[in-house]
């Protein structure tokens, strides 16, 4: 098996480097200065090069406010980019390991989704992202679409940091607690990944997201009751916290398909001591 890693420098691309590389695997990354996925002529170019056998697209757009205002970016990242990666892994004839999100969903089931569920995206990032994975699954026949929800990891931009960011500047925080999330710890998603590749599992959409779910504003409170417990926290709902982008109100995914391959995600809250003793 020789990996390439494509947004290497990612939270779930690095996670991905850094555990198939203690488990033996031949690993080679490329971040976003090595390889633009936008760029159909260089991924043409540079990526038979590599001889992969599996291909990683860790390269995403996840500023979902920003997305509203910055749809070709978007759209360019999170939907040409997969499509070029595919039609490459097709002609290389490797395997292609995409990541999607919860947001495909508009979150009005009152159940977790599964696989099979129909996605409805209620905002421009969300709309990326769909027609990210439908490009990917129409184009490549040897894929895995991969959803999840909420990622962090020790080193990166995420809602942990965000939260513990504001901590420093704010006295009172505000946060939602009208929608739902699950929290998943980017090395979980690694671990499930590989996991799917070791026993070659059927290609197709698997659920990745942490096994617990809670309100942003719950999972604030335990950000900051491991790090900044005396920082005042305030339970809002959308109309008095509104963004440029409409969330989904309940989009949590059911990792059905990997369940029955006997492949478990933890708990993303459960995680929050690992993330801390990554940063110390």
């Given at each position: ?124 990032y969300g709309r990326s992202k769909l027609l990210g994975e439908e490009a ?76 617990e779910s809670c309100t942003p504003y719950e999972w604030a409170r335990k ?58």
């Amino acid at each position: 098996m020789r990996i390439l890693i494509i947004g290497a420098e990612g939270q779930i691309g690095s996670s991905i480097f850094k555990r198939a590389s203690s488990s033996g695997y031949e690993v080679l990354a490329l971040a976003h200065k090595d390889l633009d996925i936008t760029d159909e002529v260089s991924i043409r170019r540079v990526l038979p090069q590599y001889h992969p056998t599996h291909i990683i697209n860790g390269a995403a757009y996840n500023a979902v406010d920003q997305a509203e205002e910055d749809s070709d970016g978007a759209f360019r990242i999170n939907a040409l980019g997969p499509a070029y990666l595919a039609l490459a892994a097709r002609q290389i004839g490797c395997v292609l390991i995409h990541y999607s999100s919860d947001y495909v969903f508009d979150g009005t089931k009152q159940t977790p989704y599964s696989e099979e569920d129909a996605p409805h995206p209620l905002s421009v990032y969300g709309r990326s992202k769909l027609l990210g994975e439908e490009a990917v699954m129409n184009i490549h026949n040897k894929c895995y679409v991969m959803r999840t929800s909420w990622v962090f990891a020790p080193k990166g931009n995420n809602f942990v940091s965000r939260v513990l960011k504001l901590a420093d500047t704010c006295k009172e925080l505000r946060f939602r607690n009208d929608l739902w999330c699950a929290p998943t710890y980017a090395g979980d998603v690694a671990h499930a990944t590989l996991a799917l590749l070791k026993i070659a599992a059927p290609f197709g959409i698997y659920h990745a997201a942490g096994s617990e779910s809670c309100t942003p504003y719950e999972w604030a409170r335990k950000i900051l009751g491991h790090a900044r417990p005396h920082i005042s926290i305030e339970a809002v709902n959308g109309e008095t916290f509104s963004t440029k982008a409409t969330r989904p109100e309940k989009p949590i995914l059911a990792n059905t398909k990997l369940e029955k391959l006997g492949i478990e995600i933890a708990s993303g809250i459960s995680r929050l001591s690992d993330y801390f003793k990554a940063n110390n």
